[in-house]
C-alpha cells in the first residue's frame, strides 16, 4: 500500500524529513515547533529534533531549531501521545 505524504497542519505534529541530506539520519524524528497553517508549501518552518529536545528536557529552550520547507516534510504522528502509542501497535 503507497503512503501518501501528509504535509504539516499544525503545531506539535511529529515528522520526518521527506529527503534527508546524505549527511543527515533518515529516521530522525522531530516536532513541528510553530504554527505551519499561514505558510505556503515553500517557506521553511522551524522544526526541533526529539532527540534534541530530550537532552534538553529540563531546559527546552535549548533545543536548537531548525528551518525546513514545509513540502520537505512528512507527518508521521498527530502529535507525541500518538507517536509513543505507534511503538505498541503491530503492523
Known amino acids: 500500500m503507497k ?3 501528509i504535509t504539516p497542519s499544525r503545531a506539535g505534529q511529529i515528522c520526518r ?7 543527515e539520519d533518515p529516521q530522525e524524528v522531530f516536532i513541528i515547533a510553530e504554527d505551519p497553517s499561514p505558510f505556503s508549501d515553500e517557506d ?3 522544526i526541533v529534533s526529539l532527540k534534541d529536545l530530550q537532552r534538553n528536557i529540563s531546559t ?3 533545543a536548537s531549531q531548525v528551518a525546513v520547507q514545509k513540502k520537505d516534510l512528512t507527518v508521521i504522528a498527530e502529535d ?3 507517536y509513543v502509542d505507534s511503538w505498541n501497535q503491530r503492523s
Do not use: R
Open 3 to 5: 503512503q501518501h505524504a
Open 17 to 23: 524529513i521527506a529527503c534527508p541530506l546524505e549527511d
Open 44 to 46: 521553511d518552518i522551524y
Open 60 to 62: 527546552p529552550q535549548l
Open 80 to 82: 507525541i501521545a500518538a
